[in-house]
């Protein structure tokens, strides 16, 4: 079933793209944050490395021009190396929501701002919890 959720955020995040013009962290993200909703610190965690990238973002796009595929590709690579360094330097570590998504939000945080983003987020996850919930999926 959870390859479903996948799926199903993937539709619903394109559903509310289209319907507001806001993108709720790219397409895959939505689904996986709604699978990660019984471990809420690894949800903070990856919000942290969302935040550090998107800071990271800016400060080198000061002395590089990054836009298009460019841009894409150093969010996914500085999200990787500041999720690795930060698991080897806090003593615990919850680990990521996978390796693209934070990558993927930070983009999405650069086009269209951090509020928008989550907001959007927000309301996709919404939906997609309560059909888990509907499906018998544990949600918290």
Same mark, same amino acid.
């Given at each position: 079933?959870?390859?479903?959720?996948?799926?199903?955020?993937?539709?619903?995040?394109?559903?509310?793209?289209?319907?507001?013009?806001?993108?709720?962290?790219?397409?895959?993200?939505?689904?996986?944050?709604?699978?990660?909703?019984?471990?809420?610190?690894?949800?903070?965690?990856?919000?942290?490395?969302? +935040?550090?990238?998107?800071?990271?973002?800016?400060? %080198?796009?000061?002395? =590089?021009? #990054?836009? !298009?595929?460019?841009? $894409?590709?150093?969010?996914?690579?500085?999200?990787?190396?500041?999720?690795?360094?930060?698991?080897?330097?806090?003593?615990?570590?919850?680990?990521?929501?996978?390796?693209?998504?934070?990558?993927?939000?930070?983009?999405?945080?650069?086009?269209?701002?951090?509020?928008?983003?989550? +907001?959007?987020?927000?309301?996709?996850?919404?939906? %997609?919890?309560?059909? =888990?919930? #509907?499906? !018998?999926?544990?949600? $918290?």
């Amino acid at each position: 079933m959870y390859n479903e959720i996948i799926v199903l955020g993937v539709l619903l995040s394109l559903l509310f793209a289209e319907l507001t013009g806001v993108s709720p962290a790219g397409l895959v993200v939505a689904g996986y944050i709604a699978l990660s909703l019984q471990t809420p610190l690894r949800i903070a965690y990856t919000l942290l490395i969302v +935040l550090l990238t998107w800071g990271a973002f800016k400060l %080198l796009s000061r002395y =590089m021009l #990054l836009f !298009g595929r460019r841009q $894409f590709a150093v969010m996914i690579l500085v999200s990787f190396a500041l999720g690795q360094m930060l698991g080897l330097l806090l003593p615990y570590d919850p680990g990521i929501i996978g390796y693209l998504v934070p990558g993927i939000m930070a983009n999405q945080f650069v086009r269209q701002g951090p509020v928008k983003t989550l +907001l959007a987020l927000t309301v996709v996850v919404g939906f %997609l919890a309560l059909f =888990m919930f #509907l499906a !018998g999926i544990p949600v $918290f």
